[in-house]
């Protein structure tokens, strides 16, 4: 139960709806988003 409850990323599922090739930004504002709550992730440690 609660090792789901850590897992740092969404689901593969997450990323193929950014990856759509008709908004080609949507994968940089994913990518900006990802590294932004990792860095937050590594501060409370």
């Given at each position: 139960m609660r090792a789901s409850s850590i897992k740092p990323y969404p689901?593969?599922?997450?990323?193929?709806v950014v990856m759509e090739p008709e908004?080609?930004?949507a994968i940089f504002e994913y990518i900006a988003a990802m590294?932004?709550?990792l860095s937050m992730m590594a501060?409370?440690?």
């Amino acid at each position: 139960m609660r090792a789901s409850s850590i897992k740092p990323y969404p689901r593969p599922a997450s990323i193929e709806v950014v990856m759509e090739p008709e908004d080609g930004t949507a994968i940089f504002e994913y990518i900006a988003a990802m590294s932004e709550q990792l860095s937050m992730m590594a501060r409370m440690r």
